[in-house]
């Protein structure tokens, strides 16, 4: 099988990722789950999601579909199609499942995949994450990684942007 077409396999919708966690959940693996719109995959992604795997056995990412980041960013973004940024997520060996959300928040996968921790960056606190309230009411945690210094999305955009300025 060739490598795109297996990381592809990594993308799944709801209804399969439930049955996915339901075999996870049935070898005792720890599920750790975080989410984006990881419009322009950098560093400090990187370093987020391979952190992020750390914590657990498996780690699941939600991304924002483009009509979401839309109503959050705006009509300038995202850059890169779902597609692909679902599929360049599913490449990365540290992500064991893709799933695309097309709400503006992740509550209704956190509610209904139910991991055993869920991850956000370092710009969050525990009261500003969505779901944390649920995690933890059914016995899991929420943890904060510290962004890796210098890297992000909007600072990319910017200094593209000034180029075609220049």
Same mark, same amino acid.
């Given at each position: 099988?060739?490598s795109?077409?297996?990381?592809?396999s990594k993308?799944?919708?709801?209804e399969?990722?439930?049955?996915?966690?339901q075999?996870?959940n049935?070898?005792?693996?720890?599920?750790?789950f975080?989410?984006?719109?990881?419009?322009?995959?950098h560093?400090?992604?990187?370093?987020?999601l391979c952190?992020?795997?750390?914590? /657990?056995?498996?780690l !699941?990412?939600?991304v924002?579909?483009?009509?979401? $980041?839309? %109503?959050?960013? &705006?009509?300038s973004?995202? *850059?890169?199609?779902?597609?692909?940024r679902?599929n360049?997520?599913?490449?990365?060996?540290?992500i064991?499942?893709?799933?695309?959300?097309?709400?503006?928040?992740?509550?209704?996968?956190?509610?209904?995949?139910?991991?055993?921790?869920?991850?956000k960056? /370092?710009?969050?606190? !525990?009261?500003?994450i969505?779901?944390?309230?649920? $995690?933890? %009411?059914s016995? &899991?945690?929420?943890?904060? *990684?510290?962004?890796?210094?210098?890297y992000?999305?909007s600072?990319?955009?910017?200094?593209?942007?000034?180029?075609?300025?220049?």
């Amino acid at each position: 099988m060739s490598s795109l077409k297996k990381s592809s396999s990594k993308i799944q919708n709801l209804e399969k990722a439930k049955r996915t966690i339901q075999d996870w959940n049935s070898n005792e693996e720890i599920i750790v789950f975080t989410n984006g719109c990881f419009d322009l995959l950098h560093l400090g992604h990187i370093d987020y999601l391979c952190k992020a795997k750390d914590l /657990g056995s498996k780690l !699941i990412v939600g991304v924002n579909s483009s009509d979401s $980041v839309r %109503k959050l960013k &705006g009509p300038s973004r995202p *850059i890169n199609s779902t597609k692909s940024r679902s599929n360049l997520l599913a490449a990365l060996e540290c992500i064991d499942l893709v799933i695309v959300f097309e709400e503006e928040t992740p509550i209704n996968l956190i509610t209904q995949l139910k991991p055993s921790i869920l991850v956000k960056g /370092g710009d969050y606190t !525990i009261e500003t994450i969505v779901g944390a309230e649920e $995690v933890k %009411k059914s016995g &899991g945690r929420v943890e904060i *990684i510290p962004f890796l210094p210098g890297y992000s999305t909007s600072k990319i955009v910017t200094k593209i942007q000034s180029f075609s300025k220049s």
